[in-house]
């Protein structure tokens, strides 16, 4: 026991002192920031001037503003419906990939090229594509006559929409693909055998043997996706800029205008600072479901049994 | 026996149609960077450029900043990874191999840094770097980049090297090696593959990281590729070809890394994935 004890101090001193550089790094770059950019939501800081503590007018502001709960609004709509099409899309294309067939890795790796490449890259191909003069989306639309006038895609209320919409979508979905078919191949054939020797249908077994078996990590990649479409910023500035009329602008797009366009850094914060609670418990859930500790599965004793 | 056949065709049709929704825009990325000016606006967009022609790529590389943007996201994707591999190996090595006090409170941080998202992150660190007097420099976004690279190696390392046999380090343990020697002289080469991807993965998040450079780098000398492709854009009528063919340039060493390395890419390393 002795032994035992004195080798746990030896290893946390070891351990500490090897992570010195990163404990550092994380505190005077992340967690000294954060500190003083939550102080400064409660500062009238613009861009260049000084700041003056005005406790809590930045936030007040913020929720009478009609700008501010549209913001609010358009991300719960572009996070929801995206989230949703990538869940049921990255689960077809898992479910696709997951049957034998020749030429099945090139595939996989071809239908992960979306989601490798720069998003910037992505952004800037669905706006030429969507382009009103020149576009190939208004071409093809025609051709196959669905409309007989060109779409003014990021001028329509509805349509700029559908345009981030698809963007997210068509980049985000293979991350669930893949998460989804990885798992997937650990599920046993001697399960479907079995169901299909019940007289189970093809829809029977998906319910009743594949949900369950995934459920898991689509909720994983849902939540994580989750964090990165409310975050999502690029994609809808440069695509559509929050136009028109507003329509499109998610909540960092109205940070940033705030913050970095009106140069009111402290009001800027202050809309970060409002949706640090949805963050932490996102992040907070995550936690759980990732920390191998935590779980009883197979995989966590594993984990334990490795560590010395 | 028929029903099996027709369900294999349908499949097969299946996985053309992703393939054709994940490929076409891409596709159409090429197509538009090999037209002339005058191709990429004509009333019938060309499904194939009519006369093929790389003037768009020669004006993207000697006539615009583009270059110097490839260069300034080199230096800073290079340098921010190779940092942030060597800082954080060791988070994940203890992680992965050691029984310390607050471990979990550690592991908890690392896992809460990596999912914290930029938004949260972008103005305090505009000001931070303000403060520094770094605006404006690439050494003020290789600041910010590791706050992002540093959480994520560190988490996805950790099933890489609590993948390696411990006999290993046991036997060098008894031969006398010290902690420090064993982490680095014994698993850092055993984790060689693993570390490899993920530096790749870091470097690619830094590559086209477009937020942060955005507000701190203004001037033309020091803005990253990204920040170069926007700026092509004025006017009613942007010259379409040269930004495709600056999104080829942008993708294709992302691209043929990743085709290289897809078959021990895929697997674990991308199931963290690629922060946004």
Known sequence: MNKKSRRLAENTKFAYKINLPLIIYLACVLAFPICWGIYISFTNKTIGGEAAFVGLKNYQRLLKDPEYIRSIVNTLKFTVITIGLKMVFGTVMALALNVDFKGRNLCRALLMIPWTLPNIVVVYNWRWIFNSSGGVANHLLKSIGLIDKDLVWFG????????????????????????????????????YEAAQLDGANAFQRFIYITLPEIKDVIILSAMMSTIWTINEFETVWLLTGGGPNGSTEVMNVYSYKTAMRSMMLGRGIAVSVLALPIFILLISLLTRRMLPEEEGSRKAKRFRRRSV | ????????????IFIAIC?????????????????????????????????PTLEAYRYLLTETNFLNGIKNSLIVAGFVS?????????????LARMTFKGKRFFSKTVLFTYLLPTSVLYIPLYIFVAKLGLTNT?????????????PYVAWILIPHIASISTALEEAAYIDGCSKFQTMYRIIFPLALPGIISTTIFAFAMCWGEYLYALVNLVSKEVQTFPLILSGLIFG?????????????????????????ASSSLVGGATAGGVKE
Do not use: C
């Open chain 1, 156 to 191: 329509t209320a509805g349509l700029a929409m559908l345009t981030i919409i698809i963007a997210n979508v068509w980049r985000g979905t293979p991350f669930f693909g893949v998460s989804i078919l990885a798992k997937l191949q650990t599920i046993s054939d001697s399960y």
């Open chain 2, 19 to 51: 393939l054709f929704i994940a490929l076409a825009p891409i596709y159409w990325m090429l197509n538009t960077s090999l037209k002339s000016e005058a191709e990429i606006y004509l009333k019938v967009p060309t499904m194939w450029p009519k006369a």
């Open chain 2, 1 to 12: 026996m028929k029903g099996k056949v027709r369900r294999k065709i349908l499949h097969r």
């Open chain 2, 236 to 260: 009613d009528m942007p010259p379409w070809n040269q930004l495709m063919a600056g999104a080829i340039l942008a993708s294709v060493p992302i691209l043929v890394i990743y085709l290289l």
């Open chain 2, 82 to 94: 190779l940092f942030s591999i060597f800082v954080a190996y060791p988070a994940a090595y203890v």
């Open chain 2, 138 to 150: 690439i050494w003020g976004i290789m600041l910010i980049y590791p706050t992002f690279t540093l």
